[in-house]
């Protein structure tokens, strides 16, 4: 079964410094990979997916990701955090053989002080 | 637009009773996912549905059961609760079956069972 490990668990993090959380994947087929944020008190909602391509893919609020399936990784990443990223940050994937289901990490915490 | 909406926001239940949670996905949206999320985890798979037919469904007890209706509104039904199914339900819905079209989440039952 496919599973995602975030290494991270609670990140803390001065405004203006860089962001870099780990995610890594145990399967070895065809996947696809997504971040997705939940903000305080707020939804869960998509920051940024990878399906093929140009393994660096751009999401929203200035945040990327990078795929590199040597290392069956799917790193997030920010040049410069703001107080307002402050927020859980989970790693998921999608084996598409079975595309019915997302499987998650157990997500980071990422907090940014002032 | 309205997101996906569910229903109750909160809820609270003693070990052995049965629950029902809802789940309204966004118009046009024919495919309902639940997950449920327990407190410092990720969230995990449970059933989805699509067009009412069952098309996935995670490692969770029989004690789980879902339905989808005409109108892609969903239940998710759970008996004979356990304290460890204190959780927050988290509904999502996509236009189609394959879950990597972006799924869309709501805000999430939050039940306790004492």
């Known amino acids: 079964a496919q599973s995602v490990s975030q290494h991270n668990h609670h990140v803390i993090l001065s405004e203006a410094a860089s962001l870099e959380l780990g995610c890594n994947y145990s399967?070895?087929?065809?996947?696809?990979l997504f971040w997705y944020v939940q903000y305080p008190g707020q939804h869960l909602q998509l920051l940024l997916k990878?399906?093929?391509?140009?393994?660096l893919v751009k999401g929203i609020k200035g945040f990327e990701a990078e795929f590199i399936k040597s290392k069956f990784s799917f790193n997030l990443r920010k040049p410069s955090v703001q107080w307002s990223d402050t927020a859980e940050y989970f790693c998921?994937?999608?084996?598409?053989?079975?595309?019915?289901?997302?499987?998650f990490g157990t997500g980071t915490r990422l907090q940014v002080t002032l | 637009d309205a997101g996906v909406t569910q229903s109750p926001t909160h809820l609270i239940k003693t070990r052995g009773q049965h629950v029902t949670l809802r789940c309204s996905p966004i118009?046009?949206?024919?495919?309902v996912s639940w997950y449920q999320q327990v407190l410092g985890q990720g969230p995990q798979f449970i059933f989805q549905y699509y067009e009412k037919e069952e098309r996935g469904r995670g490692n969770f007890p029989d004690r789980f059961s879902a339905r989808q209706f005409p109108n892609y509104s969903s239940e998710l039904n759970v008996n004979a609760l356990l304290l460890g199914d204190s959780a927050l339900y988290l509904c999502?819905?996509?236009?189609?079956?394959?879950?990597?079209?972006?799924?869309?989440f709501g805000p999430g039952t939050r039940l306790t069972v004492l």
């Open positions: 118009s046009g949206h024919k495919s």
């Open positions: 990878y399906f093929s391509g140009d393994p």
């Open positions: 998921a994937v999608i084996d598409t053989g079975t595309a019915s289901k997302l499987t």
């Open positions: 999502a819905s996509s236009p189609r079956v394959q879950a990597y079209n972006e799924q869309f």
């Open positions: 399967y070895g087929g065809t996947v696809n």
